[in-house]
């Protein structure tokens, strides 16, 4: 009767670690995929420090690929079922997702090598956004803070609707810069964070780097929002160009 018990234990014990094992592996493949590329706040793409080299394309083509790779979704996704083109009255119901067209960037697209092979590289930002992280949007001038930087309250109130302010999350960043299509990641993208097939919004930043040879260009982009904590990482993102 003890040697039963004792197997009928071990059994038991054997039973458990394989089921927790089970359990466990789907949250790590998840963890570990493309899951991780969600995390709630401001992303930067290229992911890294840019340095390039005048005249040498191949000091830029793995900016370049990154780049590409990243934006593969988006270009197939005016294809998938659900997806619709929206603006501030046109927003998603449903299964659908707002459609983020390529033509957006401007001369920050594909078509344009992100501007690496003119000494103009583009870095794309992205913002994602979940119950954790979800800022909310300034609803009129009167709401901006005293801080917030010069140029980009310029660009708000160039770009009122109506004589109102446009709702989403606006970005700045500390450098010369042209944004493109503009420094807002629009309120409608973040109305359905949960359907199938959502990508972010993206704004696209170019930087002139010509005139700069040899200088390390040290740029950090902030979101501005209502509640926003400026002590908090997901609101900004930092990096380094240099153009030798």
């Known amino acids: 009767m003890a040697l039963n018990t004792f197997y009928k234990v071990l059994i038991g014990v054997v039973s458990a670690v394989v089921v927790a094992l089970v359990i466990a592996l789907p949250v790590v493949f998840l963890c570990c995929g ?3 590329k969600q995390v709630p706040g401001l992303r930067a793409i290229p992911e890294k420090d840019i340095l390039m080299k005048e005249g040498d ?4 083509q793995p900016y370049v690929d990154e780049m590409t790779e990243f934006l593969k979704p988006y270009v197939e996704m005016p294809n998938k079922k659900g997806v619709i083109n929206c603006n501030s009255t046109v927003r998603p119901q449903g299964d659908q997702v ?3 067209p390529e033509s957006l960037l401007n001369l920050c697209g594909r078509s344009y090598n992100f501007g690496f092979n003119k000494s103009m590289p583009c870095i794309l930002l992205t913002l994602t956004m979940d119950e954790s992280f979800r800022p909310t949007p300034y609803e009129s001038l009167k709401e901006l803070p005293d801080d917030i930087p010069r140029d980009l309250r310029s660009d708000m109130e160039e770009d009122l609707e109506n004589g109102k302010l446009r709702k989403g999350i606006w970005v700045d960043c500390n450098s010369e810069y042209l944004y493109t299509p503009k420094p807002l990641f629009p309120d409608y993208y973040y109305d359905n964070l949960d359907a199938a097939g959502y990508l972010p919004p993206i704004v696209a930043v170019k930087f002139k780097l010509t005139d700069k040879k040899n200088e390390d ?3 950090e ?3 501005w929002g209502k509640d926003i904590d400026s002590t908090d990482e997901r609101s900004k993102v930092s990096f380094t160009l240099r153009l030798e």
């Open 34 to 36: 493309g899951v991780d």
């Open 98 to 100: 707002c459609n983020y």
């Open 217 to 219: 260009i040290k740029v």
């Open 221 to 223: 982009c902030r979101l």
């Open 57 to 60: 394309p191949k000091s830029v």
